[in-house]
């Protein structure tokens, strides 16, 4: 494995770790390339140095990676301001790729979209031939009627059955009446803002389905993580499906899975482990397809080269 920090963009203004399969390992012949980056403000590295961890681990199956920090994140400089953030995000990302492309050779791209990285990874899907994959991780909001029983049942089993227990349920009952108007206006408000256009340039989720299966038109895969330790939004298996309304017209390449033992951070080395074993498995099953569908991708011939010059 090889690491090399550096400078990269228009501006030279991005910073970004490039992370490299050992020399035995020809990076060039892999199928595509991992773009790791901010998730929120946290710096480049990630929650718990996680972006570090999988970079590591995906360079030692012969994947490479680049994380770098987003313009005006971490250890890049602040932007011009001349584009909006969808665009920055959007171009930054492509730089990232660019340099990637340049160092490896790789044709296309998985994005990790972890958290509020996912709509810039969904952008930039929708705008760049290269992304062929991207990886939301606990992005939506995704409670159903099921899933809100089986919180309650979750917290009943916590808390027990004792006198103690059920003065806080009383409680509890009391604070919900209370708000069960307000909590019903909300709901109104909702269901019509879910109708309604877009707030700035988050998709609702009436928009983001038909959004998803045009990139799956384009045969980019997309897959669906959700963590689960506090059980309050994911606590079932099929959730994450019957809350997009997928069950009987599935999209096709999009995968969603739920990590139950997983919190949003993954804070515990249990956690992290689960988290980058997922991540692996999910990347290396979507690049072998890839490259069953390109027997002659270690052939590639990078953009502008002459073919005659390039050693098979």
């Known amino acids: 494995m090889h690491e090399t920090t550096l400078a990269f963009g228009p501006d030279h203004g991005l910073i970004g770790t490039l992370t490299l399969p050992a020399a035995h390992l020809d990076a060039s012949a ?11 403000v946290v710096h480049r590295v990630g929650p718990h140095r996680i972006n570090v961890k999988l970079a590591r681990e995906l360079a030692r199956h012969g994947i490479p990676t680049i994380r770098f920090d987003l313009h005006g994140m971490g ?18 990302l492509q730089a990232a790729m660019d340099t990637l492309q ?74 919900f009446l209370g708000w069960l108007s307000l909590g019903l206006m909300r709901r109104l408000q909702r269901l019509q803002a879910d109708a309604a256009a877009p707030v700035g340039d988050r998709p609702t989720k ?54 139950a033992p997983i919190d949003h951070i993954m804070t515990s080395i249990n956690a992290q482990r689960a988290f980058i074993d997922w991540i692996c498995a999910d990347v290396l099953k979507r690049q072998s397809a890839a490259l069953d569908l390109a027997p002659d991708r270690a052939h590639h011939v990078p953009p502008g080269a002459d073919p005659a010059h390039v050693s098979n």
Not at 30 to 40: E, K, P, Y
Not at 112 to 133: E, I, K, N
Not at 223 to 236: E, K, M, P
Request: hydrophobic fraction near 45%; proline fraction near 4%.
């Open 30 to 40: 892999a199928a595509c390339g991992m773009v790791l980056f901010n998730a929120g």
């Open 75 to 92: 250890d890049s400089l602040g932007a011009d301001g001349q584009l909006n953030y969808q665009q920055q995000v959007v171009r930054d």
């Open 102 to 175: 340049a160092a490896t050779r790789v044709p296309h791209f998985t994005l990790l979209g972890f958290c509020s990285g996912a709509l810039p990874s969904y952008w930039t899907a929708q705008q760049d031939a290269r992304v062929r994959h991207i990886i939301l991780h606990d992005v939506f909001f995704l409670q159903t009627l099921r899933s809100r029983w089986r919180f309650i049942a979750i917290r009943l089993r916590s808390h027990g059955f004792k006198p103690t227990a059920f003065m806080l349920y009383l409680r509890r009952a009391v604070s």
């Open 206 to 259: 009436a928009q983001l389905i038909p959004g998803l299966t045009q990139l799956a038109q384009r045969g980019v895969q997309v897959s669906v993580v959700q963590s689960g330790a506090d059980f309050s939004n994911v606590n079932y298996d099929a959730q994450i499906v019957e809350a997009f309304g997928l069950d009987d017209a599935p999209i096709p390449g999009l995968r969603t899975d739920w990590l």
